[in-house]
T-cell receptor, first 119, second 110 residues
């Protein structure tokens, strides 16, 4: 039974500290994504990775960094340079129909999210 | 630049009604369109994926249509139930990236 896990569910940090959000998937998907959601708004893309050791900036990458050293893991670091870091962060993945993938091809699957509060 | 709009922003209906949620997009060159459901404080659950070559998809009481030429999609929910209360988001795929609308928050009253 495959899925995406994000930890922790709630995270509290002081202003000026970097914080790393975890995202792990066991769907064997190549592509992974990080989104940010603010109250009453849709999702905005922060970073995405279509293959291991490669990633691209999304629409709002400033103040964030990512790595993709393993296929199943795509951690997001919220740095002190991010001006408004308090938000709900969602990780997602997509497969393209490969032999060992779980889920429908090209459909994006989401984790449960991490709510980050910075004070 | 692709923009996705969902109208209305909120909708309240009595249980048992059939209803339609609307999604429009500005650039018809999309790979696919996906409808999601989001419960408060939770992640997104995929409901339906329509490939650009398809006109509609159905899953249970849900039916989604796609008209690329007019830049529109609708999500039809039949015989609505209180458990359908949630925010519904549509998103269009642009070279693997999803561009989201702001969602329609649905309340189904018993």
């Amino acid at each position: 039974d495959g899925g995406i896990t994000q930890s922790p569910k709630y995270l509290f940090r002081k202003e000026g500290q970097n914080v790393t959000l975890s995202c792990e998937q066991n769907l064997n998907h190549d592509a992974m994504y990080w989104y940010r959601q603010d109250p009453g708004q849709g999702l905005r893309l922060i970073y995405y990775s279509q293959i291991v050791n490669d990633f691209q900036k999304g629409d709002i990458a400033e103040g964030y960094s990512v790595s993709r050293e393993k296929k199943e893991s795509f951690p997001l670091t919220v740095t002190s340079a991010q001006k408004n870091p308090t938000a709900f962060y969602l990780c997602a993945s997509t497969g393209t129909g490969g032999a060992k993938e779980i889920g429908r091809p090209y459909e994006q699957y989401f984790g449960p999210g991490t709510r980050l509060t910075v004070t | 630049k692709q923009e996705v709009t969902q109208i209305p922003a909120a909708l309240s209906v009595p249980e048992g009604e059939n209803l339609v949620l609307n999604c429009s997009f500005t650039d018809s060159a999309i790979y696919n369109l996906q409808w999601f459901r989001q419960d408060p404080g939770k992640g997104l659950t995929s409901l339906l994926l329509i490939q650009s070559s398809q006109r509609e998809q159905t899953s249970g009481r849900l039916n989604a249509s796609l008209d690329k030429s007019s830049g529109r999609s609708t999500l039809y929910i039949a015989a609505s139930q209180p458990g359908d209360s949630a925010t519904y988001l549509c998103a269009v795929s642009d070279t693997g990236k999803l561009i989201f609308g702001q969602g329609t928050t649905l309340q189904v009253k018993p």
